[in-house]
């Protein structure tokens, strides 16, 4: 895999093939997530059963202790943290602040799970610190900041079964988003891969790490051969990006929020802009790296 200074490129960034964001949203058998929103330090996004469609919403955030999961699974308000247990149950003890509270938790395919009871959920809502030390495991611990709004968010995300709302699904400036200029002194930083798309086929591309902007974590810019499109790509998180397409040195167009849909590929989410409706037409846009 490419690496820009140790990072992994665009590639694993974007697309989140191997990130442990990733990981975190196979929690129950047969289903998936997708992205809703980000807020306060969180993610919040729609969990699909694969036979039973959207069953839910759930707040994640991580630390060096793992992914701490606040969920409204099927209607419950439930708690997921990681665990090396293999068994069935297990006893466990939550503590959120000074409230120490003994627990069962289920545990399956690598994760702890237990129902909240609302007086539990305004406790994480209004604490500072959320402990699980589940028997025979030494005790994780994750800060609760930003856990109110994310818990006020994913309520939101079930109510509207996943779907964001229409105003906030046309958030998203459309404006030309032309590269910014590299620092003085620092010239940009590029590798070649291989890119694909289904307009394109496999075609060799040049990945340009791009100077930092407020409100990204890394900003790219692909330029492909053989009348490929160049694109200008803004990465949000493990698995949203804001993202612009020219065609021939022409205007950038705006193509909305992508997210990833394998390992190192990307595609339009749903509840995009109209501005980028109207840009992505009826075409099947999507972008692999390799």
Same mark, same amino acid.
């Given at each position: 895999? $490419?690496?820009?200074?140790?990072?992994?490129?665009? #590639?694993?960034?974007?697309?989140?093939?191997?990130?442990?964001?990733?990981?975190?949203?196979?929690?129950?058998?047969?289903?998936? +997530?997708?992205?809703? *929103?980000?807020?306060?330090?969180? +993610?919040?996004n729609a969990i699909i059963h694969a036979q039973g469609g959207f069953v839910g919403c759930r707040a994640v955030k991580t630390s060096r202790n793992g992914h701490l999961i606040v969920e409204r699974h099927?209607?419950?308000?439930?708690?997921?943290?990681? +665990?090396?247990? +293999?068994?069935?149950?297990?006893?466990?003890?939550?503590?959120?602040? $000074?409230?120490?509270?003994?627990?069962?938790f289920g545990f399956e395919n690598g994760w702890a799970t237990r129902e909240l009871s *609302?007086?539990?959920?305004?406790?994480? $809502?209004?604490?500072?610190?959320?402990?699980?030390?589940?028997?025979?495991?030494?005790?994780?611990?994750?800060?609760?900041?930003?856990?109110?709004? #994310?818990?006020? $968010?994913?309520?939101?995300?079930?109510?509207?079964?996943?779907?964001?709302?229409?105003?906030?699904?046309?958030? *998203?400036?459309?404006?030309?988003?032309?590269?910014?200029?590299p620092p003085p002194g620092r010239p940009p930083q590029t590798v070649t891969a291989t890119c694909d798309s289904v307009p394109t086929g496999p075609y060799g591309c040049e990945i340009t790490q791009m100077p930092e902007e407020p409100g990204y974590k890394e900003i790219y810019q692909i330029a492909g051969s053989n009348g490929a499109p160049a694109y200008f790509i803004k990465v949000k998180s493990d698995n949203r990006a804001d993202v612009w397409a020219s065609f021939d040195g022409a205007p950038w167009r705006y193509l909305g929020v992508w997210g990833n849909v394998g390992p190192n590929c990307s595609e339009p989410l749903p509840n995009q802009s109209s501005e980028a409706?109207?840009?992505l037409g009826q075409d099947a846009w999507n972008l692999c790296i390799r």
């Open positions: 895999m $490419k690496r820009f200074f140790g990072k992994a490129a665009l #590639a694993a960034c974007l697309l989140a093939g191997v990130s442990s964001a990733s990981q975190a949203q196979t929690v129950h058998p047969n289903e998936w +997530t997708e992205y809703y *929103a980000d807020i306060r330090g969180w +993610t919040v099927n209607g419950i308000w439930q708690l997921v943290v990681p +665990t090396d247990r +293999t068994d069935v149950y297990g006893g466990a003890v939550l503590s959120i602040d $000074k409230a120490d509270i003994d627990s069962q *609302a007086r539990e959920l305004d406790l994480i $809502k209004a604490g500072n610190q959320l402990g699980v030390e589940i028997n025979g495991e030494p005790p994780r611990y994750w800060e609760l900041s930003g856990s109110t709004a #994310a818990i006020l $968010k994913a309520q939101e995300c079930a109510d509207n079964g996943g779907n964001l709302p229409q105003d906030d699904a046309q958030t *998203a400036s459309g404006q030309a988003a032309p590269p910014p200029p409706r109207d840009n």
